[in-house]
Structure formats: C-alpha cells, structure tokens
C-alpha cells in the first residue's frame, strides 16, 4: 500500500488546473511535479465540476456535506444502539420485563 502524504495546497492544485487548461497534458506535469497524472486529471475534473463547466458529479461543496451528514448519521446510530440497550437494561433492573425476554 502506498504512503500518504500531505495533501498538496489549493494554491498548487489551482496551478495545475490552470496548466492543464493551458494545454499541458498532465502526464507531462507529473513527470515535472510530484502529483500523479490521475490525480492532476481528477483535479481538473473536479474544479470543472466546481465551476459548472460539467454538470455531472458532486461539487466540493456537496462532497464536504455529503461526509459531514455521514459522519452525523454514524453517531447518531451509535447513540440510538446505546440508548436501546440501555432502555433494556434499566427495563430488566426494574423488573418491567422478566429476565431473558429482551431481544438484546
């Protein structure tokens, strides 16, 4: 598996993406710079995606929501686990229910 690094700054990834659209292909760029030819081609694609240049795919915007709702909706589940296993615990303590009954 390969390491990962840094992230490359926006401003770097900008300047490839200006390059490119100047008409380096970004084969050559990576033989110039560090970055991939695929990553310097998904750099391209997603600021075309940013600026509506291509209607297809999720804009940065809606990628960086799409993983905070993601995030919410993983703790979210967790406390409702936590919470129903709780409600069954206190249930049994209480004797509300008899021991064994609980699906948990």
Not at 13 to 18: E, H, I, T
């Amino acid at each position: 598996m390969p390491k990962s690094h840094r992230p490359y700054a926006p401003e770097f990834r900008r300047q490839m993406v200006d390059l490119v659209r100047a008409g380096r292909t970004p084969e050559e760029l990576s033989r110039e710079f560090e970055p991939t030819a695929q990553a310097i081609s998904n750099w391209v694609k997603q600021a075309d995606c940013d600026e509506g240049r291509k209607p297809e795919g999720a804009t940065s915007a809606e990628r960086q929501e799409l993983s905070r709702l993601r995030r919410e909706n993983r703790v979210l589940r967790q406390e409702r686990d936590i919470l129903a296993k709780a409600a069954a615990w206190f249930a049994r303590e209480t004797a509300v229910i008899p021991p064994g009954s609980s699906s948990s």
